[in-house]
Nanobody
Framework: QVQLVESGGGLVQPGGSLRLSCVAS????????MGWYRQAPGKQREWVAS???????NYADSVKGRFTISRDNAKNTVYLQMNSLKPEDTAVYYC?????????WGQGTQVTVSS
């Protein structure tokens, strides 16, 4: 059993920054890929960024240059540093991992960008 817990969401003004964290716990052996998705009201869930173990990071075009994904394998944790936030970044952000070939999701954390 693997559990994911996100933290770091909140309300921020346009142009501001937030850092999301997601910790994986339970019977962890090998996390292949860690990443983030988001879902805005009335829209489908969309991929934001991902980072494979020992590989290069990948970003959606909408966040490239503003968001940075990183991971700490010793802590089974993935981060998403979000800078220059825009109102269109408002969404519930979900952590996702591929652990031993199976996908696991966090419960989501709300990010609201508004003045």
């Amino acid at each position: 059993q693997v559990q994911l817990v996100e933290s770091g969401g909140g309300l921020v003004q346009p142009g501001g920054s937030l850092r999301l964290s997601c910790v994986a716990s339970g019977r962890i052996f090998s996390i292949y890929v860690m990443g983030w998705y988001r879902q805005a009201p009335g829209k489908q869930r969309e991929w934001v960024a991902s980072i494979p173990s020992g590989g290069t990071t990948n970003y959606a075009d909408s966040v490239k240059g503003r968001f940075t994904i990183s991971r700490d394998n010793a802590k089974n944790t993935v981060y998403l540093q979000m800078n220059s936030l825009k109102p269109e970044d408002t969404a519930v952000y979900y952590c996702w991992i591929n652990h031993m070939g199976s996908a696991y999701w966090g419960q989501g954390t709300q990010v609201t960008v508004s003045s």
